[in-house]
Each structure stands twice: as structure tokens, then as C-alpha cells.
């Protein structure tokens, strides 16, 4: 509430509101108040008057104010009139009068105040003289402004209290709501990566239980192979007796068929491992018995040293007797090229 509005609630007028601010230079409520309290009769100049007498409002000399003007315009009619004009001046309204409620007020000004407070919008003029304060009624009055002005300054006070408590409750909230978001938001990352490691594990199990699911059906086929070819034994005759009906330096050995063959791989790391293989087998199954062995997961490649050769990626799928590698063989691992 501006200081103008505050002075108002308190019954003066505007005008006097207005120039009491001016003359203490807007210092605030109480010395415009005490100013009020102190000149309670004394005429307020308005503007135009102010400047039509050319006297500065700091002069000290009090300008000419319409109620001087008329008292002399009296005064002059007094004198040259006589006894008739005097009894006319007598009629002349010397203040309003609100029909509502009775009340003597001043000037328009007051009117206006008036009528803006109680709602009141009846009003006459009237011969009857406001009359001014005594020293009880303004003691009174300064006493009623004074608890009026305290009565407002623990209302301030109090709400001033009320606010701070409240924008201190709500950084506290505040703080707390951001505390559980970031405890909130370190679980769930820590959540994320307790299930990536899972996640992790589980695809490492499942990579080791098809490598050994594949060596296990490897093994199966193998073993099929082996039974079914001991249930159909070769019909050709045998070596020992032809040696025996024939002289050593006249045979000629046929090719024997080899069935398995002896596998020997030596590791990056210098050590070796062994196994034997049917010779129908691929080579993608030494590979995979490299992989069971050794826990390796990314990629290698395999060669021979004798005769030299690095085996391209068709070669896994041929068997091991088309590579040339029975009855025994040597295979290097190495690292795969780009």
C-alpha cells in the first residue's frame, strides 16, 4: 500500500495527503502524519494559486488562497454595500454536506474521499462552517492514527515472518526433493549395471554351453561313424599273407585308409594340447576343441608349419583327410590378420 493510500485510510484528504508528502520532502508516513496533526486549519494552496503569486512554497510567505480572496471580496461589499449586502454574504455556503449521513465536509475533495469510502451520493451545500479540532479531538485522532499505525506495523511484521518461515520451508523441501532425486537416480545406475554384468555372465554361460553341446555332438557323430564302420569290416585281403606268399622286395603296400588321425596344436603361449580326430572330421572341430580347452572367445586362426600354410576360412569346412592332415599333423594357432 502506497503512503498517499495509507494517510487516506486514515480520514485525511488526498490534496492535504499529497502536498503534506511534498513539504516533508517524502520522508515517509509519520512525518507527513505529524505535519497533518500540526496543520490541521491551515489552508493548502493548490497549484494554479501557487504559481499565479509568483511566491515560491519556501518563502515562508503564505500564498493567497481562494477563502482569502472571498473574505476580501466580503470585506469590500461590507463596506461600500451596507447593512443589505451583509445580510446576503451570510447565505453564502461556506461548506458540503453529505444528505446520507450528516456529515460537514470541507471542500470537494473531501466529498470525493468521502463518497469513495462510505459509498454515499448525497450531498448539498451548506452555510455551516466546519469547525476545526480542538486539542482533545486531535489528541484523540493523533492517538487513534498512532494505534492504526502500530496496529499495521505488527500486521507487516507478522506477515514478514510468516514469509521467511515459509521460503525457508520450502529450500528445506527443496533440498530434500533434490537429495531423494539423486539417491534415486545412483540406484537406479547402480540397478543398470548389476544387470548388464548379469547380462554379461549369462551370455558367457550360454557361449560355453554351446561350445561344449558342439564337442559333445561332435563326439556323438564320431562315435557313430566308428560303430558303423566296425559293422561293415574291409573285405581286402589281408597284408600279412600276401607278405607271406610273396618276397619282401616284390610287394608293394597298398595306401592304407586311416579312420582317425593324431592332432597336435601348439598354443599361442607355447604350450600344446593333443587329440584325436576322425579323419572325416572338419577342421572347424579343432577349432572348437581349442576354444573348450582354453576359454578362448575371439578370434584365431591355424596354420602349418610343414609344409607352411594358414588356412582360409572355407578350409574349417573340409574334412581333415582333404586337408592333408592324417595320420598326424602339427597345427600352429596364431593370431587372425586383418
Known amino acids: ?17 499529497e502536498y503534506a508528502l511534498q513539504v516533508t520532502s ?28 509568483g511566491v515560491p512554497a519556501s518563502s515562508g510567505v503564505p500564498p493567497t488562497t481562494a477563502e482569502d480572496s472571498s473574505a476580501g471580496a466580503a470585506s469590500s461589499s461590507t463596506s461600500g454595500g451596507g447593512a443589505g449586502e451583509t445580510s446576503a454574504d451570510s447565505q453564502v ?9 450528516g456529515k460537514v ?58 514469509e521467511a518461515l515459509q521460503r525457508e520451508k520450502n529450500r528445506i523441501k527443496s533440498g530434500k526433493d533434490m537429495t531423494e532425486a539423486k539417491r534415486r537416480m545412483e540406484e537406479l545406475e547402480m540397478k543398470k549395471i ?3 554384468r548379469k547380462r554379461e555372465k549369462d551370455e558367457e554361460k550360454a557361449a560355453r554351453d554351446r561350445v561344449r553341446a558342439q564337442i559333445e555332438a561332435d563326439k556323438a557323430a564320431r562315435k557313430a561313424r566308428e560303430q ?31 579312420t582317425e588321425t593324431r592332432i597336435q596344436v601348439r ?3 607355447g604350450s600344446t594340447l593333443q587329440e584325436t580326430f576322425n579323419v572325416k572330421e572338419q577342421l572347424s572341430a579343432v577349432r572348437v576343441f581349442i576354444q573348450m580347452k582354453t576359454g578362448i572367445e575371439s578370434p584365431f586362426s ?31 594357432m596364431t593370431k587372425t590378420t586383418a
Open 228 to 258: 558303423k564302420e566296425l559293422g561293415n569290416p574291409d573285405t581286402a585281403p589281408s597284408v600279412s599273407s600276401t607278405t607271406v606268399s610273396s618276397p619282401p622286395a616284390a610287394v608293394k603296400s597298398p595306401p592304407r585308409d586311416y
Open 26 to 53: 517524502n520522508k515517509g508516513v509519520e512525518p507527513a502524519m505529524e505535519w497533518l496533526l500540526a496543520h490541521v486549519d491551515d489552508p493548502i494552496p493548490s497549484r494554479q494559486n501557487a504559481g499565479d503569486s
Open 267 to 269: 598354443l599361442q603361449d
Open 302 to 332: 591355424l596354420m602349418t608349419t610343414f609344409p607352411r600354410k594358414l588356412f582360409a576360412e572355407d578350409d574349417y569346412e573340409k574334412p581333415l583327410e582333404v586337408l592333408g592332415l592324417v595320420p598326424s599333423a602339427v597345427i600352429t
Open 105 to 162: 465536509l470541507k471542500d470537494h475533495t473531501e466529498v470525493e474521499y468521502h463518497a469513495a469510502k462510505t459509498g454515499h451520493s448525497n450531498f448539498s451545500e451548506s452555510t455551516e462552517e466546519k469547525k476545526a479540532l480542538t486539542e482533545e479531538e486531535k489528541k484523540a485522532q493523533l492517538a487513534l492514527i498512532e494505534e492504526k499505525l502500530k496496529q499495521k506495523r505488527i500486521e507487516r511484521e507478522e506477515r514478514e515472518k510468516t
Open 194 to 196: 548389476v544387470e548388464q
Open 1 to 17: 500500500m502506497s503512503e498517499v493510500q495509507t494517510l487516506m485510510d486514515m480520514g485525511f484528504p488526498r490534496e492535504r495527503v
Open 93 to 101: 455556503a461556506k461548506s458540503l454536506k453529505c444528505d446520507d449521513c
